[in-house]
T-cell receptor, first 114, second 109 residues
Framework: KAGVTQTPRYLIKTRGQQVTLSCSPI?????VSWYQQTPGQGLQFLFE???????NKGNFPGRFSGRQFSNSRSEMNVSTLELGDSALYLC?????????????FGAGSRLTVL | GIQVEQSPPDLILQEGANSTLRCNFS?????LQWFHQNPWGQLINLFY???GTKQNGRLSATTVATERYSLLYISSSQTTDSGVYFC???????????FGAGTRLFVKA
């Protein structure tokens, strides 16, 4: 069974640009959640999607957005990039069929904003 | 919102030593998970443990939900155990996972 796939793995952008990150969940997993990891703030929850619906979101500005497609793949977008958006962005998928919301993470997308 | 505190923040062990990592959380939670993040950033799920005790090889975990804490035990540590250990909880509102700041472990050969 393929794991959670995140693309791209590394990218460099300049301030003011926008970026789109992609996450393909494990086959059969319908929940996808996103996290931002920085040395100063640690791992912070961005948002969670299930069946194309955002069910919860963290405390981030509106520049951070996401969506989920009918095949459960998800994308997140950051507009008007700031230096502080440099981070490792992690995506996790989960299936609640067993009653346990166990998260499986992808390898992450490392964004550098210059 | 719910607060998750992990201790100690840093830990240095000699290979073969045992250790206990602690996670305290401020409110009732739906579930609790322990993760290990390797030097390349990959987060690996170690335990899904909303309550009770589980063991997997040299690792074991115990969660006492009524007292709002969880412990991760590492026995006979190896250099490959180095990395950051995170505790993460899902709040009772659902669909939102909160991570602690982590315990950074270094195991010396």
């Amino acid at each position: 069974k393929a794991g959670v796939t995140q693309t791209p793995r590394y990218l460099i952008k300049t301030r003011g640009q926008q970026v789109t990150l992609s996450c393909s969940p494990i086959s059969g997993h319908r929940s996808v959640s996103w996290y931002q990891q920085t040395p100063g703030q640690g791992l912070q929850f961005l948002f969670e999607y299930f069946s194309e619906t955002q069910r919860n979101k963290g405390n981030f500005p509106g520049r951070f957005s996401g969506r989920q497609f009918s095949n459960s793949r998800s994308e997140m977008n950051v507009s008007t990039l700031e230096l502080g958006d440099s981070a490792l962005y992690l995506c996790a998928s989960s299936s609640i069929l067993s009653g346990a919301n166990v998260l499986t993470f992808g390898a992450g997308s490392r964004l550098t904003v210059l | 919102g719910i607060q998750v505190e992990q201790s100690p923040p840093d830990l240095i062990l000699q290979e073969g030593a045992n250790s206990t990592l602690r996670c305290n959380f401020s409110d009732s939670v739906n579930n609790l998970q322990w993760f290990h993040q390797n030097p390349w950033g990959q987060l690996i799920n170690l335990f899904y443990i909303p309550s009770g005790t589980k063991q997997n090889g040299r690792l074991s975990a115990t969660t006492v939900a009524t007292e709002r804490y969880s412990l991760l035990y590492i026995s006979s540590s190896q250099t490959t155990d180095s990395g950051v250990y995170f505790c993460a909880v899902e709040d009772t509102g659902g669909f939102k996972t909160i991570f602690g700041a982590g315990t950074r472990l270094f195991v010396k050969a």
